[in-house]
């Protein structure tokens, strides 16, 4: 028989059987129908279980390479982690939310149209995945950090008594603050707001800003991956751990009754109706009324001698008094992405390990703000916008100017380089991930570390020594003069004897985080703070070594190395050094 033809008796059967179903009693005619609601709500089920499964897996991919960054090509990483998050987010149904008024209060550096275009965009763009990635590794950050081997031996009794007046929630976020603070002061090295020495570059800024300018110069991300910064830098990477905690914390400024500036002046937090005050250029919370404890907004504005007691006589006086700080404004640390529509979907989607803060209610926290006495008004920070388009410029200018390039690679990129020992330590560093991982064969931030100190015979003999120019990939092009070959082998020195350094430094810092305060101070003394090994870490290195020092119960010598003369942080040393004096007093009374 043709196949044509078999094909039209297959087809008058089937359809002789489906007029049969159609024309038998009721009682079979139910079961049939029952039979295909069945089968529809199967199908239905599966392909709802399936469209679940995809987008969970759309979700975990971009969650795996956000928390795998430092190994991959960063292009092809935010090309990727884009097209997953615009898949995930293409079968979810997004608010149109009305653009918030506080919007405005950036426009002097964000056109209102630029914000608000930022702010109601559906797509996911590289702009998100920097807001994305900054909030993943401060949420990683804070689970770690956020341990009483972080809590400061000045605060336990106060921090105890505490809990008597606040509720258990918001003595735990007290004692969270108090841990991140201690941890940023402890592990960002200070950096003063103004930067010494002129580059001789040419290179020009917008909005009025200047080259190595206070605040802007570095990211909040750069100020965290770099392990230094300034005191508007360090705050910034407060109210950024803050806000992965759940912690409303702002930038708190003065506004100048001539000009109109926000001068800023310290971190508050919020906790329970108080506003509780963290100062980062001196490295120190400022200490309640009698130097007891942490002062609140509303002490500072109604007890002189709480601000007065932040001088040190016959070295400083602190640049605040009570009259200053009667009407402060307070400024968020949010981008037009932390309080979009599209991050506040993002974050819904987030369970389990992956959960982090993406998304703000900056209405709702800005009313709560406003209510507190002392504060005049809630505005957007300038801050981040200033700093994401200065270091674009700043990219855009070292292509231009040579002189500027060698400083930017001298001075960055031995901490940018994709996948490199010292990077990939950093990350896991930030992580907590101090030892190997057996099970997955990965090594942790010490075995990375140690891996960077190559001994100083093999860094002098790079210029002599073949194989070592290999491993350490220094190449003599064929139209390469003798003195640019000379010049790649000096910087390739400079650059391993500065990663050793940084690398010394940063072990010394996960000893005391370990609690091995024995170990730190050796490693401090020893490694660090020698001659021979003298870096820029020098400064920071004595005042975790007084705190380690501090920690061993060495009182004297702990406050002998907080005054030494000259250090950026001398002024909050110092104050330091008088509440370790006070407390062990206290205690001796006791």
């Given at each position: 028989?043709?196949?044509?033809?078999?094909?039209?008796?297959?087809?008058?059967?089937?359809?002789?059987?489906?007029?049969?179903?159609?024309?038998?009693?009721?009682?079979?005619?139910?079961?049939?129908?029952?039979?295909?609601?069945?089968?529809?709500?199967?199908?239905?089920?599966?392909?709802?279980?399936?469209?679940?499964?995809?987008?969970?897996?759309?979700?975990?991919?971009?969650?795996?390479?956000?928390?795998?960054?430092?190994?991959?090509?960063?292009?092809?990483?935010?090309?990727?982690?884009?097209?997953?998050?615009?898949?995930?987010?293409?079968?979810?149904?997004?608010?149109?939310?009305?653009?918030?008024?506080?919007?405005?209060?950036?426009?002097?550096?964000?056109?209102?149209?630029?914000?608000?275009?930022?702010?109601?965009?559906?797509?996911?763009?590289?702009?998100d995945l920097s807001h994305i990635r900054d909030s993943y590794l401060a949420r990683r950050a804070v689970e770690w950090v956020d341990h009483e081997r972080s809590d400061?031996?000045?605060?336990?009794?106060?921090?105890?008594?505490?809990?008597?007046?606040?509720?258990?929630?918001?003595?735990?976020?007290?004692?969270?603050?108090?841990?991140?603070?201690?941890?940023?002061?402890?592990?960002?090295?200070?950096?003063?707001?103004?930067?010494?020495?002129?580059?001789?570059?040419?290179?020009?800024?917008?909005?009025?800003?200047?080259?190595?300018?206070?605040?802007?110069?570095?990211?909040?991300?750069?100020?965290?991956?770099?392990?230094?910064?300034?005191?508007?830098?360090?705050?910034?990477?407060?109210?950024?751990?803050?806000?992965?905690?759940?912690?409303?914390?702002?930038?708190?400024?003065?506004?100048?009754?001539?000009?109109?500036?926000?001068?800023?002046?310290?971190?508050?937090?919020?906790?329970?109706?108080?506003?509780?005050?963290?100062?980062?250029?001196?490295?120190?919370?400022?200490?309640?009324?009698?130097?007891?404890?942490?002062?609140?907004?509303?002490?500072?504005?109604?007890?002189?001698?709480?601000?007065?007691?932040?001088?040190?006589?016959?070295?400083?006086?602190?640049?605040?008094?009570?009259?200053?700080?009667?009407?402060?404004?307070?400024?968020?640390?949010?981008?037009?992405?932390?309080?979009?529509?599209?991050?506040?979907?993002?974050?819904?989607?987030?369970?389990?390990?992956?959960?982090?803060?993406?998304?703000?209610?900056?209405?709702?926290?800005?009313?709560?703000?406003?209510?507190?006495?002392?504060?005049?008004?809630?505005?957007?920070?300038?801050?981040?916008?200033?700093?994401?388009?200065?270091?674009?410029?700043?990219?855009?200018?070292?292509?231009?100017?040579?002189?500027?390039?060698?400083?930017?690679?001298?001075?960055?990129?031995?901490?940018?380089?994709?996948?490199?020992?010292?990077?990939?330590?950093?990350?896991?560093?930030?992580?907590?991930?101090?030892?190997?991982?057996?099970?997955?064969?990965?090594?942790?931030?010490?075995?990375?570390?140690?891996?960077?100190?190559?001994?100083?015979?093999?860094?002098?003999?790079?210029?002599?020594?073949?194989?070592?120019?290999?491993?350490?990939?220094?190449?003599?092009?064929?139209?390469?003069?003798?003195?640019?070959?000379?010049?790649?082998?000096?910087?390739?020195?400079?650059?391993?004897?500065?990663?050793?350094?940084?690398?010394?430094?940063?072990?010394?810092?996960?000893?005391?985080?370990?609690?091995?305060?024995?170990?730190?101070?050796?490693?401090?003394?020893?490694?660090?703070?020698?001659?021979?090994?003298?870096?820029?870490?020098?400064?920071?290195?004595?005042?975790?070594?007084?705190?380690?020092?501090?920690?061993?119960?060495?009182?004297?010598?702990?406050?002998?190395?907080?005054?030494?003369d000259g250090d950026p942080q001398e002024h909050g040393n110092r104050i330091r050094a008088r509440l370790v004096g006070r407390n062990s007093e206290d205690r001796e009374?006791?």
């Open positions: 028989m043709p196949r044509f033809a078999s094909t039209q008796l297959h087809q008058r059967v089937t359809s002789r059987l489906l007029v049969g179903c159609f024309l038998t009693v009721p009682v079979l005619l139910t079961g049939c129908s029952d039979d295909l609601d069945t089968v529809r709500q199967i199908q239905s089920d599966r392909q709802a279980k399936l469209q679940a499964e995809s987008e969970q897996d759309h979700l975990g991919e971009a969650f795996s390479l956000v928390s795998r960054l430092v190994e991959l090509n960063p292009e092809k990483a935010e090309r990727q982690i884009s097209y997953h998050l615009n898949r995930w987010a293409d079968s979810k149904s997004q608010n149109s939310d009305e653009v918030p008024e506080i919007l405005g209060t950036i426009s002097d550096v964000l056109p209102t149209e630029n914000a608000e275009e930022r702010f109601l965009r559906e797509r996911f763009l590289k702009s400061d031996p000045l605060l336990t009794d106060w921090l105890t008594e505490k809990t008597s007046e606040l509720s258990e929630e918001d003595a735990d976020r007290l004692r969270t603050a108090t841990r991140l603070f201690d941890w940023i002061v402890r592990n960002i090295a200070y950096e003063p707001m103004k930067q010494e020495g002129d580059l001789g570059t040419s290179a020009e800024f917008s909005m009025g800003m200047e080259f190595r300018g206070a605040g802007y110069r570095q990211t909040n991300y750069n100020t965290l991956w770099r392990g230094y910064g300034d005191a508007l830098q360090r705050g910034g990477v407060f109210t950024q751990l803050c806000r992965q905690a759940s912690i409303p914390a702002v930038i708190l400024a003065v506004q100048s009754s001539d000009t109109g500036a926000l001068n800023p002046w310290c971190v508050g937090v919020k906790i329970a109706d108080q506003i509780y005050l963290f100062d980062f250029e001196l490295g120190t919370y400022i200490p309640g009324p009698g130097q007891v404890g942490i002062a609140t907004l509303s002490d500072a504005r109604s007890d002189a001698s709480v601000l007065r007691r932040m001088n040190v006589p016959g070295f400083f006086e602190y640049w605040r008094s009570k009259s200053d700080v009667q009407q402060c404004i307070a400024l968020l640390n949010l981008t037009p992405e932390a309080i979009s529509p599209r991050m506040k979907l993002l974050e819904s989607g987030l369970t389990g390990d992956r959960r982090m803060n993406l998304y703000v209610d900056v209405e709702t926290l800005a009313k709560e703000l406003d209510e507190v006495s002392g504060i005049a008004g809630v505005r957007l920070w300038s801050m981040p916008i200033m700093a994401e388009t200065y270091q674009e410029e700043l990219k855009v200018a070292a292509k231009r100017d040579p002189g500027l390039a060698v400083w930017y690679a001298t001075k960055f990129a031995i901490m940018e380089s994709v996948n490199s020992p010292l990077t990939l330590a950093r990350w896991r560093h930030l992580h907590g991930q101090f030892v190997d991982d057996e099970d997955e064969d990965e090594a942790g931030a010490r075995t990375l570390y140690l891996a960077q100190r190559a001994p100083e015979f093999e860094i002098q003999d790079l210029r002599i020594n073949v194989d070592l120019q290999q491993a350490y990939n220094v190449r003599r092009d064929g139209d390469m003069t003798p003195e640019q070959y000379d010049l790649q082998i000096r910087q390739t020195q400079s650059m391993l004897r500065l990663g050793k350094r940084t690398a010394t430094y940063w072990i010394s810092l996960i000893q005391y985080d370990d609690q091995r305060y024995d170990t730190a101070q050796n490693w401090f003394t020893k490694r660090v703070l020698t001659d021979e090994q003298i870096s820029f870490w020098e400064p920071a290195a004595r005042y975790n070594l007084a705190r380690a020092v501090e920690q061993t119960g060495d009182l004297d010598r702990a406050i002998e190395l907080y005054k030494t009374s006791s």
